[in-house]
Nanobody, 123 residues
Framework: QGGLVESGGGSVQAGGSLRLSCSAS????????MGWFRQAPGKQREGIAA??????YYADSVKGRFTISRDNAKNTVYLLMNSLKPEDAAMYYC??????????????????WGQGTQVTVSS
């Protein structure tokens, strides 16, 4: 059975940057769609970035500021977050879709999830 572990969260001032990492085990993740999602207090979890099959996908709210990348040799997915805003503060989750055929931001399509890493952005 596979597992995902996020790291890299923390506190940053508005305008700053963070890089999140998601270390994966148990599957050949290079062949899978991997995504980043976030959930702020009182809000629904939302998809913000995904990577798979040679394509990347971003939510409008992070497009141009966040970049998803992956190191398949290390089975690791990254989320580089630049120009952070207070509204980016949330718990960030990494997820994997374990079956081929789809890649995007629909969280219902992802079956394996990490425990999350907290991001706090102060104004």
């Amino acid at each position: 059975q596979g597992g995902l572990v996020e790291s890299g969260g923390g506190s940053v001032q508005a305008g700053g940057s963070l890089r999140l990492s998601c270390s994966a085990s148990g599957y050949t993740y290079s062949r899978l769609c991997m995504g980043w999602f976030r959930q702020a207090p009182g809000k629904q979890r939302e998809g913000i970035a995904a990577s798979g099959y040679g394509s990347t996908y971003y939510a409008d709210s992070v497009k141009g500021r966040f970049t998803i990348s992956r190191d398949n040799a290390k089975n690791t997915v990254y989320l580089l977050m630049n120009s952070l805003k207070p509204e980016d503060a949330a718990m960030y989750y990494c997820a994997a879709r374990l079956y081929p055929g789809y890649c995007g931001l629909d969280q219902a399509r992802f079956g394996s999830w990490g425990q999350g890493t907290q991001v706090t952005v102060s104004s």
